[in-house]
Nanobody, 121 residues
Framework: QVQLVESGGGLVQAGGSLRLSCAAS???????VHWFRQTPGKEREFVAA????????YYADSVKGRFTISRDNAKNTVYLQMNSLKPEDTAVYYC???????????????WGQGTQVSVSL
């Protein structure tokens, strides 16, 4: 079973940028890697996903044009470049993998620790 570890979170001012990393313990063969985020009291929400080939990417409307997902299969790592950050982007960000793309959190198995992103005014 592949293990995923998120990193790269932090505190940034509105308008700033962060790059999150999702490192896999082994090659995510035929796996689409996803980013979700969650704030206290709210359901985990889809942010972005990328297919194994990297050809297809998917974004939530709220981040489209600001966030970019990419993958380096040689490093077994997926990145989420977040630009023009807003306070409403504040959340714990999680990555996970499925054979196909899904925007439904319950389709996934266990989740990791995530990485905290905090955006101040």
């Amino acid at each position: 079973q592949v293990q995923l570890v998120e990193s790269g979170g932090g505190l940034v001012q509105a308008g700033g940028s962060l790059r999150l990393s999702c490192a896999a313990s082994r090659r995510t063969v035929n796996g689409a890697v996803h980013w979700f985020r969650q704030t206290p009291g709210k359901e985990r929400e889809f942010v972005a996903a990328i297919t194994w080939s990297g050809i297809m990417t998917y974004y939530a409307d709220s981040v489209k044009g600001r966030f970019t997902i990419s993958r380096d299969n040689a490093k077994n790592t997926v990145y989420l470049q977040m630009n023009s950050l807003k306070p409403e982007d504040t959340a714990v960000y999680y990555c996970n993998v499925l054979p196909m793309v899904s925007r439904t959190p319950s389709d996934f198995g266990s989740w990791g620790q995530g990485t905290q992103v905090s955006v101040s005014l």
